[in-house]
C-alpha cells in the first residue's frame, strides 16, 4: 500500500512529533513511526529547513536580467518557478523519495499560512502533488495535542487556500522587491549616490512609517502653558484640586482669577456638589502574537523581533502554545486543558489563586472568533 508521510517545518518540530508516537526510530533525515493507534501501515517523519526551496533569481529566468539597466524594468517572469537551496540539496533529496513512495501524506508544517506555503512548496517541486494529503492543524506540541491531532485530521484540500495566499505574498515580494530596488538603485546612483538600496513591499513601506515619527519628534515644539491649581482643605483633610482649562499666556489665567474673585493666597470656597462613582474595569484580554510584542516592548524593551525568537523558542520547548497568532481567543477544548492543569500551574510559579470564575467566559472563551490559531 505504501507509507504515510509526515512533513514538519524542521527538526525540532518532527522530534516533538516522534515523542509523542511509539516505537521510533531516528534515521538520517527522517524518522520511522510504527504505530499501530494512528498509522495501519508504516509511517516515516521528515522535515524541511524552514524554506527548503525558494523563488529563482531574476537571472536565472532570463540572462539579460543579470545586468541591472533601467529599460529591462520592469522584470515579469512567464512563470514562477522554485529551486532548491543550495546548502539544502541533501535533505531535500530525503525528503523527495519519502514523499513520492508514500501513500499519503500528512501536512505537519506550523499551523499558518506560512507553513502552508512551505509545504506544499516542497511537494509541488518533488512532484508530489498528487498524492492524497491531511493536515495535522494543532496549537501546542504538547504530546496531548499532538495525539488529538493526529487521531482527528483533516482533509488536506480545505487548506490549499492558506498556501494560495502566502504564495501570492511570496510572488508580490519577488516582484516588488526585485523591480523596485533595481529602479531605485540606478536612479540614485544617477544622482551620484553609490551602493545597492534594497526596497521591500513590507520593509519600506514600514521605515517610511518610521521616518515621519522620528520627523515628527525632530520638529515637535514644546509650548508653555498655565492652569490652575490649588490645594483645598476641609474639615476631614486635604486634597488637591485642578482645573482642566489651559491658557496660553499668564494674564489669560490671571484675568479669570479676576473675574472669579479669586486672590493668589487663601480664598474661602463652597464644595457645591460631591459625586461617587463606582467604575468597573475589564480584566486584559488574552495575548495574541502582536499584543504580546507591545507589553514586553513597554516592559522590557524587547524589540519584536526578539519576542517572536523567545516565544518560537518556548513553543518548541512546549511551554507555549504556537506564537503566531492574531487571535485574543481560545476554544472550550483549550480552556478545559487549562482548567485541568490550573494546579499544577500555580504550583509552577508557588502562586495560590482562587478561581473566581471556574466557567469559561465568552470575553476569552469563543470557538466562533478562532480563526485559525487561539491565543498565545
Not at 282 to 304: D, F, G, I, M, V
Not at 327 to 354: A, M, P, R
Request: overall charge positive; aromatic content about 10%.
Amino acid at each position: 500500500m505504501g507509507h504515510t508521510l509526515i512533513l514538519a517545518e524542521k527538526p525540532s518540530q518532527a522530534k516533538a512529533y516522534a515523542d509523542a508516537l511509539q516505537h521510533t526510530k531516528k534515521q538520517d533525515g527522517y524518522i520511522e513511526v510504527n504505530d499501530g493507534r494512528f498509522f495501519k501501515e508504516k509511517a516515516y517523519i521528515t522535515w524541511g529547513y524552514g524554506h527548503l526551496v525558494e523563488l529563482l533569481s531574476p537571472e536565472q529566468y532570463n540572462e539579460t536580467w543579470k545586468i541591472w539597466r533601467l529599460d529591462q524594468l520592469p522584470m515579469f517572469p512567464e512563470q514562477f518557478r522554485f529551486q532548491v537551496s543550495k546548502d539544502k540539496k541533501k535533505q531535500f533529496n530525503i525528503v523527495k523519495r519519502l514523499l513520492n513512495d508514500s501513500a499519503e501524506i500528512i501536512v505537519a508544517t506550523d499551523c499558518d499560512r506560512e507553513g502552508e506555503n512551505i509545504a506544499r512548496s516542497i511537494i509541488s517541486l518533488t512532484g508530489a502533488s498528487n498524492k492524497p494529503t491531511k493536515r495535522l492543524w494543532i496549537n501546542s506540541l504538547e504530546v496531548d495535542e499532538i495525539q488529538e491531532g493526529f487521531r482527528h485530521l483533516n482533509n488536506g484540500i480545505n487548506y490549499l487556500s492558506l498556501y494560495k495566499e502566502a504564495q501570492t505574498r511570496q510572488y508580490s515580494d519577488w516582484l516588488v522587491g526585485m523591480n523596485a530596488s533595481r529602479l531605485y538603485t540606478l536612479l540614485l546612483q544617477k544622482q551620484g549616490l553609490k551602493g545597492v538600496f534594497s526596497v521591500g513591499r513590507v520593509q519600506t513601506a514600514t521605515l517610511y512609517l518610521l521616518y515621519k515619527r522620528q520627523k515628527e519628534i525632530e520638529e515637535f515644539v514644546s509650548q508653555d502653558y498655565f492652569t490652575f491649581q490649588g490645594k483645598v482643605q476641609v474639615t476631614n483633610g486635604s486634597f488637591e484640586a485642578k482645573r482642566k482649562q489651559h491658557f496660553a499666556t499668564k494674564e489669560e489665567a490671571q484675568k479669570v482669577l479676576q473675574e472669579q474673585g479669586i486672590l493668589l493666597d487663601i480664598n474661602d470656597g463652597i464644595i457645591q456638589e460631591v459625586k461617587k462613582e463606582r467604575k468597573r474595569t475589564k480584566s486584559p484580554k488574552l495575548h495574541s502574537l502582536s499584543s504580546l510584542q507591545s507589553t514586553a516592548n513597554k516592559q522590557w524593551k524587547y524589540s519584536p523581533s526578539e519576542v517572536l525568537k523567545i516565544a518560537q523558542s518556548l513553543y518548541e520547548k512546549k511551554v507555549l502554545s504556537y506564537p503566531r497568532t492574531d487571535s485574543h481567543f481560545i476554544t472550550d477544548s483549550e480552556f478545559g486543558y487549562i482548567k485541568n492543569n490550573l494546579s499544577n500551574y500555580q504550583e509552577c510559579i508557588g502562586v495560590d489563586v482562587e478561581v473566581v470564575y471556574p466557567n469559561a467566559q465568552k470575553r476569552y472563551v469563543d470557538k466562533s472568533k478562532v480563526q485559525e490559531l487561539s491565543i498565545v
